[in-house]
């Protein structure tokens, strides 16, 4: 499913050997857990609400592509932030790419 936070905050994280690490807070209007529905593939974070949330769910693929024909403006608002959170994505790997050709090179 997809979630559209209505009201509230949620945190959006990951867990990596036990420890935690922050993605993002989100708020009402923004959305999380699209990718599920596109991708059918496991989530690869977690979400937690962090203050009283009301959720719209969205269930399927073919209930979100219905609601994004009859919602444009918010097709388009999910495109853009999709683009963002993959370029962030891609700055993170190439960040954590960088670090691991450092410390190859450190202990050559």
């Given at each position: 499913?997809m ?9 959006i ?13 989100m708020?009402?209007?923004d ?12 989530r ?32 388009a608002?999910?495109?853009?932030i ?9 700055e ?6 960088e670090?691991s ?8």
């Amino acid at each position: 499913s997809m979630y559209i936070i209505l009201q509230g905050n949620v945190e959006i994280y990951f867990t990596v050997n036990n420890s935690q690490t922050r993605l993002a807070i989100m708020k009402p209007g923004d959305f999380f857990g699209e990718m599920a529905l596109f991708s059918s593939k496991p989530r690869s974070a977690t979400a937690r609400t962090i203050t009283s949330a009301e959720l719209a769910i969205i269930e399927s693929k073919q209930q979100l592509e219905n609601f994004l024909v009859k919602n444009p403006k918010f097709a388009a608002k999910m495109v853009s932030i999709m683009a963002d959170r993959l370029a962030r994505t891609n700055e993170l790997l190439i960040s954590s790419m960088e670090k691991s050709v450092a410390k190859k090179i450190e202990y050559s």
